[in-house]
């Protein structure tokens, strides 16, 4: 089992920054992968992107590519999305997700105009 808790959310300008984190807990060495989703209302759930327990990135989302940047520490118990640029479609509830299936509750981004 493993525990996910994102946070960094909140409101921001166009142009801002944010750095979410997702807070991994519980037995981490049974999940290859962490990642981010997000979700916007009327939009399917999207996945971000995700980061191997060897630090191998999977592919960026299109639309991201060039503006996040995800990290993550050696312990595999920390997860950051460097989020830069921002734009107000990038507003959506943002998901952490472990390989394993496990969720964490979801921190919402808003990015005025």
């Known amino acids: 089992q493993v525990q996910l808790v994102a946070s960094g959310g909140g409101l921001v300008q166009a142009g801002a920054s944010l750095i979410l984190t997702c807070a991994a807990s519980?037995?981490?060495?049974?999940?290859?992968?962490i990642g981010w989703f997000r979700h916007a209302p009327g939009r399917d759930r999207e996945f971000v992107v995700g980061?191997?327990?060897?630090?191998?990135?999977?592919d960026y989302r299109d639309s991201v590519k060039g503006r996040f940047i995800i990290a993550r520490d050696t312990s595999f118990q920390k997860v950051y999305l460097q989020m830069n640029m921002l734009k107000p479609e990038d507003t959506a509830v943002y998901y952490c997700?472990?390989?394993?299936?496990?969720w964490g509750q979801g921190t919402q981004v808003t990015v005025s105009s």
């Open positions: 980061i191997g327990r060897n630090g191998v990135v999977t």
């Open positions: 997700w472990a390989s394993l299936g496990s």
């Open positions: 519980g037995d981490t060495s049974s999940t290859d992968i």
